[in-house]
């Protein structure tokens, strides 16, 4: 950015411009909500229906609804817990549950967090979502990024040539 402005001419353009310090999190505990603000967000779902992703793919925020039968669960699963330790979802011995222990439970279950994610895209545009309203759930900057969940899959032109020609 730097040598653009002073390529344009310009470099008084960025002059008063602050980087945000760049931080290595690897051995730095994610940071989580307190019990309260976990309490106070899920209140706030009950009311509007969306959770707010702070940290999406591409590192960009964004709000999300959320399905009432999702909020009725998550609000369920939280009364049940007795404890005080403000990570959502904790493994069996009451402690944050861990990215890889996420990623194991999926490969058991023969999935991978990107095929919900593919799944999510492509059965809102299957059910006549416009691609800029997808683009903003998932979280795309470019709607020709979306585009690829409307490209039929290999299931889709079987099924067309077995209608025509079945």
Known sequence: ???????????YLIENI???????TRHISPKSL??????RLFR???RYGSVIVRDGKGGIARTVPLPSEARHHLRRYLES??????ALLLSN???RISIRSTQRIFEKLGLHAHMLRHTYGRELVSSGVDIATVAELMGHSDVNVTRRYAAPSMKDLEQTVEKVFG
């Not at 950015?1 to 470099?11: E, F, I, L, Q, S």
């Not at 602050?18 to 931080?23: A, F, K, L, T």
């Not at 817990?81 to 403000?86: I, L, S, V």
Request: hydrophobic share 20%; charged share 40%; no cysteine.
């Open 18 to 24: 602050q980087r945000p310090e760049i931080r290595h």
């Open 34 to 39: 307190p019990r309260s603000d976990r309490n």
């Open 1 to 11: 950015m730097v040598a653009y402005a002073r390529y344009m001419g310009k470099p």
């Open 93 to 95: 011995y009451k402690n």
């Open 81 to 86: 817990r007795k404890d005080d330790n403000p």
């Open 44 to 46: 706030e779902l009950e």
